[in-house]
Every structure is written in C-alpha cells, then in structure tokens.
C-alpha cells in the first residue's frame, strides 16, 4: 500500500512540475534584439516602429545601438547570443564584416531580420529595405527635370555621399541619381566627395563651391549630407540647388523656404520598416513563412507636392507626441 501510495505521489509531483514548467514557458515573452546603427530621425522612427509592433504583438524588446563601431555591433549580438533572445532584428554595419556574429546568433537558434543594410549571407530570415538605388533614381529624376526646365539642359554637379562608411548602400544611392542625369549631354559631375553629417556637409560644399563657382547641383546622399549641402547655398548667397536623399522634419521644412535651396529628397519610410521587422521576427521564431526580401516603396518629398510635405509634417508630428 505504501509503495502505492509513494508512487501516486511521485507521479502527481512530476505531473505538477511538467504542468509548472509548460505554464512557465506558456507564461514567458518573445525577446526581440533591435539594433540600429545611428542616432539620427531615421533610426529613432524606426525605433518607434519596433515598439509598435512588440507592444501590439505582447512581445519584450530590447533596443541598442552600435554607433557605427562594429566592435560595438559585434559585442551587442554577444551580448544578446549570451542572453538568449528569441530573434536580433538588425540594419549590419558591413555587408561581409557583420556576418561573423550573426552567424553564430543564427547557429545558437536565434531567428535574424536584417532590414536597411545588406548582409551577404543567406541565414537572416528576411531582409526589410527600400531599394537604394531607386531612392535615389527618384531624386535624380526630379534633378532631371530641373535640369531640363531649368538650366537648358546643360549643369555642372557636384554629390556628396557616405561611402567610407556604409559603401554598397553609398553607391547605390548615388549611381541612382547620377544614372537619371548623365546621358544628358550638357551635364558635367564636377565633384564627388564624402560627408554625411551635416557639420562636414556644410565644410566639404564650400570647399567644393570654392573650387566650382559655376556649381548649378548638389546632390546629397543622406539626410546630414542634404542638411549640410542646403546650409551651404545659404552661407554662399550664391544661386544654386539642392537635391537629396532621406526625408525629415528639417528637410521638409527646407522645402517650404522662400530661398528656393533644396528641390526635392526621397525618404524611406522607417515606421513601416521598424514595425516589419519586429512582425517578421516573430513569425520567424513560430516558424511561420515570411518573405525572403521586402521592398519598402520610397517617399518622394517635393516643392512640386506642398500638399505631400504637409502630410508628411503632420505624420512626423504623430511620431514625436
């Protein structure tokens, strides 16, 4: 009878802790890694967008961000293998240096989006982006038209890019725009450097205005880049336009100025690509389908469309509250 009794219990003690610990499981989140690489408007909404999405899928996420340092970005993805999240939804700093950690989050278990920046690997889940090089065809076409209404067909160029920093994406970009312009014969890119933030922009189009006083075209292939371009027309009182990439509150509002500086700029639109990215995370970690590549259509912001940077104000207006 004891035995009986000795066995019943240990069957209803191991029955209540198989229950315990299928509660605790049930019981436990989703942990989602979200790794940026840049304190800027555009990662900041991004942010938000992956707030959103873990906030309404009931999911615990953790933000960071490398600073543009990959030894900072591989420690983060240490950092979170060691922790053991669910899934790193990431912008990689290198297209080929990044695969390292990640391939080891990825062995571990882990479920990888990438989104903004490409990653030459086929272990991330998914790949959230707009297309880099269209962002800037679009910009290069409203160029291409202000070239062609404005100058007679004929303008000297000059771009300022990113590409010792984020090189694929700085090319693409740039080729973009350069592509939709010069099989015009009279157009002539006079200078290409590198600046992106806007502090450098605005030293690097001096110069560059210095060197070109017959400058007509500054393209800018980031959002500091088309800042700093902008505040040096206006320093230089000199008649000349704009042209740029990423949309922002400043950029917008540069379009409604009476100077006539800044023409036009395509954005991404960050609070759908951060909301993605968390979406597919978790689809990714149930072992649901998620497409491979998603391709986020870009926002064209233009002096022609005061109605369209009105809007897009007031959604950017919604994003800040």
Not at 26 to 48: C, M, P, R, S, Y
Not at 130 to 150: D, H, N
Not at 259 to 287: M, R, S
């Amino acid at each position: 009878m004891k035995k009986v009794i000795v066995m019943a219990l240990a069957v209803l003690m191991l029955t209540t802790a198989v229950w315990a610990n299928g509660q605790k499981e049930a019981d436990e989140k989703l942990t989602i890694a979200g790794i940026v690489f840049q304190d800027d408007q555009f990662f900041n909404v991004i942010q938000q967008g992956m707030q959103a999405a873990a906030d309404d899928l009931g999911v615990d996420l953790f933000l960071a961000n490398s600073n543009n340092k990959p030894e900072k970005e591989m420690a983060l993805v240490n950092t979170y293998i060691t922790r053991g999240v669910d899934a790193i939804v990431i912008s990689p700093l290198s297209e080929t240096v990044s695969v390292t950690a990640l391939k080891r989050a990825d062995e571990k278990g882990i479920s990888i989006i990438t989104y903004n920046s490409p990653l030459s690997a086929d272990f991330p889940a998914s790949y959230i982006n707009s297309s880099q090089s269209e962002l800037g065809a679009s910009s290069g076409k409203q160029a291409r038209e202000y070239i062609e209404s404005e100058l007679g067909g004929k303008a000297k160029v000059a771009t300022l890019a990113f590409k010792s920093q984020l090189p694929e994406i700085s090319d693409m970009r740039v080729n973009g725009f350069l592509n939709e312009i010069t099989d015009l014969p009279g157009v002539e890119v006079v200078s290409q450097q590198d600046a992106w933030l806007a502090e450098m922009a605005v030293a690097k189009a001096g110069d560059i205005m210095t060197a070109n006083p017959d400058l007509d075209i500054i393209y800018a292939a980031n959002d500091g880049g088309t800042v700093g371009a902008v505040m040096a027309v206006k320093n230089s009182g000199k008649k000349m336009v704009v042209f740029g990439i990423d949309a922002s509150e400043q950029l917008a509002t540069f379009l409604k100025d009476g100077d006539n500086i800044l023409q036009a700029t395509t954005g991404q639109q960050p609070y759908q690509i951060g909301y993605q990215t968390v979406e597919f995370a978790v689809k990714a970690i149930k072992g649901e389908p998620v497409e491979p590549t998603v391709i986020v259509p870009g926002l064209l912001l233009s002096r022609e469309n005061p109605e369209g940077i009105e809007d897009f104000l007031k959604m950017q207006k919604e994003f800040t509250k």
